[in-house]
């Protein structure tokens, strides 16, 4: 309550035939105020909105992007897009069969497998593929810990910190720059972390530094490491 008035609750606009802007239509849904049949005219950009649960029913665009939506876990009866729907790290994590929508993970053109059905992935897979973009997005899906354990990987550097040794490594690709991580342990937990770091970093101490924020490793110098 304020000033003494109950505050008005959202109220959604009326069903209109008239298509809206696309920087209006994804005000009106963070606001919770989209009508059902909204036609926006052209690409829909909803992503890294956390706070939307629902999308108005018999919606219409050319692209959507519901990237990093993480609570929205459902498209909406009658939606329709023309080019595609980019869902990297939102909520759904499944579709009717049939359904007849491009997907797009990263901006690469995915399956329903890739998309939701990771853990049928392996590692195998990711080198037998020979599209940069699309062995990039299994990567991705597979998870960092997951394909050093199934293919391994070359150790370009170690040494010692607070949670015992960790590891600078590699796996090479013939078309594409190296994955490169750094293997840390937790020393509270014991749980092994694997972190991506840029291609060119060549120690340990380097590429913690970088996951720190540092551009130059001598400036960091922390007294614990984890």
Known sequence: MSNGRIPKKPVKQRPTNEAVSPELARKLILQHRACDGMRVLGHLNLSG??????????????????????????????????????????????????????????????????AFASDSITGQDILN??????????????????????????????????????????????????????KVTCPSTGHIHVLRVPPNMRTCHQAAAWIAGFNNPNDYNPLIEA
């Open 129 to 182: 593929i020979e599209n940069v973009e699309l062995r990039r997005v299994l990567i991705e899906r597979l998870g960092y810990e997951t394909l050093l354990q199934q293919v391994g990987g070359l150790v370009r550097d170690r040494d010692q910190d607070a949670g015992g040794e960790r590891q600078l490594v590699y796996i090479p690709f013939e078309d594409d720059e190296p994955l490169m991580v750094l």
């Open 49 to 114: 909105a956390s706070d939307i649960y629902n999308l108005p029913e018999n919606l219409t665009c050319e692209s959507l992007d519901i990237s990093d939506c993480v609570n929205l876990t459902t498209l909406p009866p009658g939606l329709h897009v023309t080019n595609g729907i980019e869902l990297a790290n939102s909520g759904i994590t499944s579709l009717p069969a049939g359904h007849g929508f491009i997907l797009r993970w990263r901006g690469v053109r995915v399956t329903d497998e890739i």
